[in-house]
């Protein structure tokens, strides 16, 4: 009696394996209306639902129930210009983050460490945001941290004018 129960499961098991291996995943998180101005995850769970071509087994393959965010790529070159005397710890453009090691800036004395976050894709001030960090751990004064933002947008803009020279 077990033994029928559980070679029916199996059974059944195979069978939606092989009737899941039917359906088509085509242009899940397809990006071509993505504005070209922003760095976006292709694997928006958004677009399951309004995605015509998606079958009922695409919502087993949702790589996460949280929304992606656009950045602003002037910001993320900028940025990555600004801070490049710093290293490069870890970057992630779908969410936004770049956090660096310790390092001395060019002419200075003293060693700081970076974390900085763009969540929007807009190029502005409120897009942007850079926490500073010595080597003793305190946070630096918030004039520094001001100066390094707005060498960043500074440079963003250059970008984005330079960007749109071609």
Known sequence: ???????????????????????????????ATARPDTYTNANNPSNIETDPNNTIWSIFNRKSAERSVSV???????SLEVLNFLPVQ??????????????????????????????DPALDARSLNVALQTRGGRAVNRATARAVEDAILSRARELRIADNRL
């Open 72 to 78: 602003n790529k002037y910001l993320w070159s900028a």
């Open 90 to 119: 870890s970057v992630d453009p779908f969410t936004g983050v770049i956090v660096t090691g310790y390092g001395t800036p060019p002419g200075g004395g003293r060693s700081y460490r970076a974390t900085v976050l763009i969540d």
């Open 1 to 31: 009696m077990v033994r029928n129960t559980l070679c029916r499961i199996g059974i059944a098991v195979m069978l939606l394996g092989m009737l899941s291996a039917c359906g088509t995943l085509r242009n899940l998180g397809s990006e």
